[in-house]
């Protein structure tokens, strides 16, 4: 049986990686899925796929970073959709340099997509979950939050 027949999930940065294979599997257990990434093309090569496939799914363009396009990915989905039942905030970026060759601008950047995106995801998305008095938020996280290694310093 499809584990997640019924349910609708956000997954953040779903174009690419992780976040396209994730959008692929929850549609084949039966999720309607929104895919949203900063590249418009590869949310839709998603969304293509997984409707050529027989499932559901929608495209978003999408900046994590920003709180306005958080604000129409949440109504917009509920709006087609009626319902969040999974965020899966995967959009993230990363930066390998040596910390004092890290300028300002990039530090800021990557906070901003990796910390402030995954703030406002849960922020936005919370309000619905609450009034379904259900759902899930898997944050993407990093084994290189827990060990050094070289370069990595964000
Ligand atoms: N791949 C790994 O080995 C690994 C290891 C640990 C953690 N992670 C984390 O898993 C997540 C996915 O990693 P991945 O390897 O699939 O990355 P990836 O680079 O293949 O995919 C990231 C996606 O996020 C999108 N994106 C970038 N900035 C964005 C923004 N501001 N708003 C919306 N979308 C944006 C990109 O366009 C891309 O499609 C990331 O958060 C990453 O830090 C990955």
Same mark, same amino acid.
């Given at each position: 049986?499809?584990?997640?027949?019924?349910?609708?999930?956000?997954?953040?940065?779903?174009?690419?990686?992780?976040?396209?294979?994730?959008?692929?599997?929850?549609?084949?257990?039966?999720?309607?899925?929104?895919?949203?990434?900063?590249?418009?093309?590869?949310?839709?090569?998603?969304?293509?796929?997984?409707? $050529?496939?027989? *499932?559901?799914? =929608?495209? /978003?363009? +999408?900046?994590?970073?920003?709180?306005?396009?958080? #604000?129409?990915?949440?109504?917009?989905?509920?709006?087609?959709?009626?319902?969040?039942?999974?965020?899966?905030?995967?959009?993230?970026?990363?930066?390998?340099?040596?910390?004092?060759?890290?300028?300002?601008?990039?530090?800021?950047?990557?906070?901003?997509? $990796?910390?402030? *995106?995954?703030? =406002?995801? /849960?922020? +936005?998305?919370?309000?619905?979950?609450?009034?379904? #008095?259900?759902?899930?938020?898997?944050?993407?996280?990093?084994?290189?939050?827990?060990?050094?290694?070289?370069?990595?310093?964000?």
């Amino acid at each position: 049986m499809a584990r997640l027949a019924g349910k609708v999930a956000v997954i953040t940065g779903g174009g690419t990686g992780i976040g396209k294979k994730t959008a692929l599997r929850f549609a084949q257990e039966g999720a309607k899925v929104v895919v949203t990434d900063i590249n418009p093309d590869s949310a839709n090569s998603t969304a293509e796929e997984i409707k $050529n496939a027989g *499932g559901a799914a =929608l495209a /978003m363009a +999408h900046d994590v970073s920003k709180e306005d396009e958080w #604000q129409r990915i949440v109504s917009q989905t509920v709006e087609q959709y009626g319902k969040i039942d999974i965020l899966f905030n995967n959009a993230g970026i990363y930066i390998i340099k040596p910390l004092a060759e890290l300028t300002l601008e990039e530090w800021n950047r990557l906070m901003s997509i $990796n910390v402030t *995106g995954v703030f =406002l995801g /849960m922020k +936005h998305v919370m309000p619905v979950m609450a009034k379904q #008095q259900a759902g899930s938020v898997i944050n993407a996280s990093s084994v290189a939050g827990l060990i050094g290694a070289p370069g990595h310093v964000l």
